[in-house]
């Protein structure tokens, strides 16, 4: 059964920190992973990654997987209130999308 | 372009009832997805869907059944309607795998059984 950790299930941080969330899986036939923002409604695309080692980057996000050690991570440098929502890490196997537990970051002033 | 589109948005249901959630998608996308999200918590795969006329389950299909006659419809049947079936419901589609597999989310519809 496929299987999707991620870690910590929720933080509170102070605006300006830098956040690091993680995501460890177990999947056979391995697509890809990707990662989702969720604020008061449905989720909404951040990353897909295939390759270990290339770093996906948008603004102040950051995004990196480890193919070898079944996991990536999430970066959030200089948080904003804005950043507050849930964070759901999916990996790919054909054609399912299997879901994480998410992590709530609760970005405080 | 209204992208994924699920009615209703809010539904009550007494214990035992029967109804059904729309979904529908105007991309053109051949895979659809049925997720259900329990308060604090990820999102669990209830049936998806590859193409018209092809379904397969998921995590948590039990109580639920689903129909794919059209590439753009995708409704999620409940019978019998429990309380551990109070949810938000999100159905989501896909164009396809590899770099076509980001997935389009409907807006959610919450489910309440009393």
């Known amino acids: 059964e496929d299987k999707v950790v991620q870690s910590p299930l929720s933080l509170v941080v102070h605006e300006g920190d830098t956040v690091t969330l993680n995501c460890s899986y177990e999947?056979?036939?391995?697509?890809?992973l990707l990662w989702y923002k969720q604020e008061k409604k449905a989720p909404t695309f951040l990353f897909m990654l295939?390759?270990?080692?290339i770093e996906k980057k948008s603004g102040r996000l950051s995004s990196i997987l480890d193919k070898k050690e079944l996991f990536s991570i999430l970066n959030i440098t200089a948080t904003q209130t804005g950043d507050s929502a849930i964070y759901l890490c999916a990996v790919r196997r054909g054609s399912r999308l299997t879901f994480g537990e998410g992590t709530q970051l609760t970005v405080n002033p | 372009n209204a992208g994924v589109t699920q009615t209703p948005k809010f539904r009550i249901l007494k214990i035992g009832q029967s109804m059904t959630l729309q979904c529908a998608q105007d991309m053109n996308h051949n895979y659809m997805y049925w997720y259900r999200q329990d308060p604090g918590m990820g999102l669990k795969l209830i049936y998806y869907s590859v193409g018209a006329g092809i379904t397969d389950k998921g995590e948590v299909p039990n109580g639920y059944n689903v129909s794919r006659s059209t590439t753009e419809d995708f409704p999620l049947r409940l019978e019998l309607a429990a309380p551990s079936q109070t949810s938000v419901y999100f159905c989501a589609s896909s164009l396809g795998q590899g770099v076509a597999n980001v997935l389009t989310f409907g807006a959610g519809s919450r489910l309440t059984v009393l």
């Open positions: 999947v056979t036939n391995f697509r890809s």
């Open positions: 295939t390759s270990s080692g």
